[in-house]
């Protein structure tokens, strides 16, 4: 079946006590067994060990992706968690993308840090900068393509396939494509991380994360680090993702055409310094986002001429655009990286992987695209 069939069905189906066609909540804590010789006949005992609604959006995500099957959790950054637990130990090694989400910074160099797990933030679009920074105790490679905020790509099938010659495992965090315009475990890679707060959710109504496996010994590692930690999704979390899922390519097709019309009216504004968005044909690794990608997605940065200063009143003061931490949602956001999402990264850090004080990130919306250019346009001509 196709991808938008799939993200209806997959994981679902009508309930089998009333004919629901929704999956219910089932919001309890234990599981009544039988006997105790059939103890989990039917599958579930307790939920922080299982739990049937956010069993139907790990399958139907598992589906989406291609993978072995997948663990869910109460948060993206507890996904990432629970991959750093389930895979390394103290005194391993882990590569990860210089340009990650802030917290995946924080989570890596203030936490496991702590443990006596190094870390290397490498440029992972250089292949030659990855082989580089690979050691006898690297345990894992970690990407992110693309990068919050810069946009910047990683050759996935290239960094999977010198992650295989070594026997490292390769995660990448697919939260900004979706498997709807990009599949890494297709490419090679063996996990493939999602905040589902952003596109899966898509309404600004949950935080949730995933981690899909591309084996099943590789998820079983995942689910009993799950169990032992109770790094769970609420199931009420869990059923308004499942209905989030169900209009995701229609929403990824759309919220791509908006932001590909608003990437080509600031390219063209006299106030604006500079744009990257990787559907313009100035963006440095276009080949390499139509080469794995069939979409070039909803996000994108720009900077105002002028600066910071110029930068900081044009948040302030544009309308429509939301001043807010998060992205993927129908509603359209404007954020400022510097201070907001990487805030926790190191000034000289964030010069020099290109997060510079004036960028101004876009999460492109479901609005009409006339209307967002229309209060862009106002706004920078207050400048």
Not at 132 to 158: H, V, W
Not at 256 to 266: G, K, R, T, V, Y
Request: charged share 20%; aromatic share 8%; net charge negative.
């Amino acid at each position: 079946m196709g991808f938008s069939t799939r993200q209806i069905h997959s994981g679902v189906e009508p309930d089998p006590l009333t004919g629901a066609i929704l999956t219910p909540i089932y919001q309890t804590t234990t599981y009544v067994q039988p006997s105790v010789d059939e103890y989990l006949s039917k599958g579930y005992s307790y939920s922080r060990s299982g739990n049937p609604t956010v069993r139907a959006l790990e399958k139907k995500l598992t589906d989406l992706e291609g993978g072995a099957d997948t663990t869910c959790y109460g948060t993206g950054m507890a996904a990432i968690n629970a991959l750093y637990l389930a895979l390394l130990n103290a005194g391993d090694h882990v590569v990860v993308s210089d340009v990650v989400y802030g917290g995946t910074y924080r989570l890596s160099t203030q936490v496991f840090a702590r443990f006596g797990v190094s870390f290397s933030f490498v440029d992972t679009s250089s292949q030659d900068a990855v082989r580089a920074a690979l050691r006898d105790n690297t345990r894992l490679i970690l990407t992110e393509s693309p990068a919050n905020p810069t946009m910047k790509l990683t050759d996935l099938a290239a960094i999977s396939a010198i992650a295989a010659r070594h026997a490292i495992p390769h995660a990448v965090d697919n939260t900004f494509l979706t498997p709807y315009f990009q599949r890494p475990l297709e490419l090679g890679a063996d996990y493939v991380i999602h905040s589902t707060t952003k596109y899966f959710d898509g309404h600004n109504a949950t935080v949730g994360g995933a981690v899909v496996a591309k084996t099943a010994e590789q998820d079983q590692k995942l689910r009993f680090i799950q169990n032992a930690t109770g790094m769970i999704m609420s199931p009420q979390v869990a059923w308004l993702t499942l209905q989030g899922c169900k209009t995701l390519s229609v929403r990824m097709e759309r919220q791509s055409e908006n932001a590909q019309a608003i990437a080509e009216f600031l390219a063209g504004h006299p106030k604006v310094a500079q744009v990257c968005y990787p559907g313009l044909p100035d963006f440095p690794q276009r080949e390499l986002a139509s080469r794995q990608a069939s979409g070039f997605g909803a996000m994108l940065w720009f900077e105002v001429a002028g600066g910071l200063a110029a930068g900081k009143r044009l948040m302030d003061t544009v309308e429509l655009w939301s001043l807010a931490e998060n992205l993927g949602s129908l509603e359209s956001l404007i954020t400022h990286p510097a201070t907001m999402t990487h805030a926790d990264v190191e000034e000289a850090e964030r010069q020099r992987i290109g997060i510079t004080d004036g960028l101004v990130r876009l999460s492109v919306g479901l609005e009409d695209a006339e209307d967002l250019i229309a209060a862009l346009d106002k706004a920078l001509a207050a400048l």
